[in-house]
Every structure is written in C-alpha cells, then in structure tokens.
C-alpha cells in the first residue's frame, strides 16, 4: 500500500479516544468506565450480542445450568428431609435449557443498554490491525489514540481429539445437549469440567473425569483438592487420575477413547456418549493481525504487556485472557477499569495476590491468597486455623454441613496469607476474605469481627479464632 493511499485512509477512518477490541468482562467494563471517565469510546464485537465467551456460552450459561441442575437433585432427594413431599421428579430439559437461554439473553442485553447509556459505539464485525493505532473492521477504518485488545481464550485442543461439538464438545457443546448423556466422560480435572460434569451428573449421567495428573483442580491447596474429590466421589463421579486420551473416534452412537498412564504403560478403551474437552484454555488473538502493528506475543501467544498493561507498541494495550494471569473474569473486569483510569491520568492498579477464585459446583469450592504447598515451597513459616460447617449453626439447619474454612497466617506476624472454603456458598464467603488480604489484616483481625449468628460467615469468624486454638464451637 503507497503512503498516500496509507494517508487517504486514516483521513477516511472514524476516529475514537478509546477502542477495545472484544466486549467479554473485560471488555465491556473498560469500555463502560472510560466512558465514564470521559472518553469518546468504541468497543469492537464480532458476535451478535455483546459479553463475550463469559455472557454467551461461558459464565452466565453454566452457572444458569448449575443452578437448574443443583435444584432439580435436591427435589429428587433432599426436599423430603425438609418434609417437602412433591410426587415423582420428572426433568424437562428442552424448558431447563430455555431458561438458560433467557438468563443469557437478559445479561447480553443489560451489556447493551449499558453501552447505549454510556454512549459507547458498539462496532460489529472482527477487527484486524492495518498499523499502529488503526484497525478495519468490515472494511471500514478506524483510529484511536489508545486502542486495547480485550479478545480473551478460546479452548485449548487435544492432539487425537477432534472436537465436533456434537459427541466431542468443548464447553460450548457441552452447554448444548438436547439429552442426558448416558457416560460422559471429562477429559480434564479442572474447573469448567468438573462444574459441567455436575450438571449432567445431577441429572443423570454417568461421569468419567480423564485428568493427566494425579490430582484434580492441581492448583488448588492439596487438603481442599482432596476433601473435593471425595465429595464428588459420593456424588458418583468417577476418577481416572495420571491418565492421559491418546485418541478418540467417533464409532455411531458412542465415542472409543484411547486410555493410557501417563508415565507409559498398557492403553484401555473407554466408551462415552459424550466426551467433553475441558483440559484448559489459551489466549485468543485470532485474525488481529497483530504483526501489522507490531504487537509482540510471548511463547504461549499471549500479548506482553508491562505493569500498566502496555503492549510494546505506543497507544496499544492488551487485558484480561489474552495476557498472563489467571483467567478469570473479574481479574478481567479489574483490568479493565484499572487501564481506564490510567489512560485518565489516575492511579489504576489491580492486587493479583487478593484474587479469587470459585468453583460452582456442590459444594462450593472457593480460595484468594497462597495456598499451603505455596508456603512450604517458599518456606514461609504459617498457622492454619480450620473450621468445618458440621460445626455451623445455620449449615445445619440448611442440611449442608460438608466441607470446611482453612485459612493460613504468618506465624510471626498473623497476617492473612490464604483463605480456602469448601462448603455451602464459599463463593460469596470467600469475599470476607478478599476484602482481608487487601488490607492486610490478620487472622485476628476477621476472629474480633462481629459476625451475625446464625451465619455461614461464623465458619470463617471460628477457622481465624482457630488460628490461635481458641474456636469456641468445636
């Protein structure tokens, strides 16, 4: 392309301060609160409804499911403890599935009136760089002093495992399913596995979790990765820990998987309806031509951004899945607003050692901070405190008393080093202790809290008590 034909377009483009490329969690927020900062601002969307993976086929959907799935398993077998009697449990998934649909769509639609609130341009169609600063999006041009990309991760594959998203799905199949798969089996022993695994379980299935190593969730503190696989063990989960797939084909009906140790030795077939891929997922930077602008990736393709999640190109900025870091949408979220308000001249900042991390299945699993493993490789020298729900006032009166609050503390000092629930809500308990670690509190600091009684909280009030082996409920 000549310099004047060069010079012709970007005269031509429409010109924004801010663009950001891709409208998932980290997206959609930066743009919001660049706005809000005072920004004229684009967000690109090659979808047909804003939010990303996390709204569509992600966050949003799964959890719709998961609570569906959680409600449907305790009519069938635990409302009659509560004295609830209601006849035979029949499941209509294609109602089940349509809920999830309606639940998708109220949140992508919320994302849109945001933007329409915020005057926030939605661009739709795929970006690609034609230089530093300028993109094309469905043939028209596009510049911006500062332009972020925002595109997140799609799934990792498996060499062998050629997904179709009909009897080998990702996610996004396994969200799909018009029926209850007979088998199904999990290749991956990680989060979006196991939680999926949970809600065809629930409903029916029977579930094989495939996981490579010899523990699930493997980053996970070791004593709650153990007590989890337990629990999902009685709920009839079965493991095939230290085995990798080597293959898989499609044979009618059924899927035939190559079985075998991952140290080596003698491969087994196993037989699925349904095989579900979940062993990860990568930054996604697919058709940016990030060459045209100079943007450098690293080894895993992730975009290398610095400390204020800059690219190594002026003007050019990368958040959330599509650089290092845990990939999760609310560190996307914070990143987002975070680079908003750096772009505005304040001090944005985002505390990557008090993020946390949940697992929706049942019972909750949830963490922020260092678990014990971490502390012992760093021989940093810690008090646990401990406190199980069986313990816990109002987990017995709900009928959900498994599991337990492990928090970890500075020996010398007491500081709150970790916080890790197994149990009943531990989603939304964990942020007591989120809320800790930011202010560098201690463990005695959470134990003088007063906590409302009676409370799940109380568990976490009692495991910082335990912290000094002074809990008072056990």
Aim: include cysteine; glycine fraction near 12%.
């Amino acid at each position: 392309m000549t310099r004047g034909l060069i010079a012709w377009r970007r005269n031509m483009a429409e010109t924004f301060d801010v663009i950001i490329i891709g409208s998932g969690p980290g997206g959609y927020v930066c743009a919001i609160r660049a706005a809000q900062l005072g920004f004229k601002v684009a967000c690109v969307e090659k979808r047909a409804t804003l939010g990303g993976t996390c709204l569509n086929i992600g966050c949003i959907p799964s959890k719709a499911l998961l609570q569906s799935s959680e409600n449907f398993h305790e009519a069938a077998h635990s409302f009659k403890d509560h004295g609830i009697e209601i006849g035979e449990i029949k499941l209509d998934l294609a109602r089940m599935q349509a809920r999830k649909g309606e639940v998708v769509a109220a949140n992508t639609k919320g994302v849109e009136f945001l933007f329409k609130k915020n005057k926030i341009t939605w661009i739709k169609g795929a970006a690609k760089f034609t230089g530093p600063r300028e993109i094309e999006v469905e043939g028209k041009a596009y510049t911006a002093q500062h332009i972020v990309i925002a595109t997140g991760s799609d799934s990792v594959p498996l060499k062998g495992v050629d997904v179709d998203e009909k009897r080998i799905v990702t996610s996004t199949g396994a969200l799909e399913l018009d029926k209850v798969p007979g088998h199904l089996v999990v290749i991956g022993g990680g989060v979006i596995g196991l939680e999926l695994g949970s809600v065809w379980r629930r409903l029916g299935a029977e579930v094989t979790v495939i996981e490579f190593l010899d523990k699930i969730t493997p980053t996970m503190d070791g004593e709650i990765s153990k007590a989890f696989q337990q629990s999902l063990t009685k709920q009839g989960f079965k493991f095939k820990l230290g085995h990798k797939v080597s293959a898989a084909k499609i044979e009618g009906e059924t899927v035939a998987l190559t079985v075998e140790p991952a140290k080596g030795g003698e491969a087994e077939t196993v037989t699925a309806d349904i095989v579900l891929l979940a062993i990860g997922r990568r930054a996604y930077a697919g058709g940016l031509n990030l060459a045209a602008a100079g943007v450098e990736t690293d080894e895993r393709g992730r975009v290398k951004i610095d400390e204020h999640f800059r690219t190594n190109v002026p003007g050019i900025y990368a958040i959330g899945d599509v650089v290092a870091g845990p990939m999760l949408a609310h560190k996307a979220e914070d990143e987002g607003v975070a680079l908003a308000e750096i772009l505005a001249g304040k001090a944005g900042h985002v505390n990557y050692g008090a993020i946390p991390s949940i697992i929706y299945t049942w019972p909750e699993v949830a963490a922020v901070g260092q678990t014990e493993e971490e502390l012992k490789a760093a021989k940093v020298a810690y008090k646990i405190g401990k406190f199980p729900f069986t313990a816990n006032g109002r987990a017995r009166a709900m009928g959900a008393t498994e599991g337990f609050v492990k928090l970890l503390a500075e020996k010398e000092t007491d500081r709150l080093l970790g916080a890790h629930i197994i149990g009943p809500d531990a989603g939304s308990l964990i942020a007591e202790c989120v809320t800790a670690l930011e202010f560098g509190a201690s463990a005695e600091d959470v134990a003088l809290i007063c906590h409302a009684h009676p409370t799940l909280s109380e568990a976490v009030k009692e495991a910082a008590l335990a912290v000094e082996g002074r809990a008072i409920h056990i």
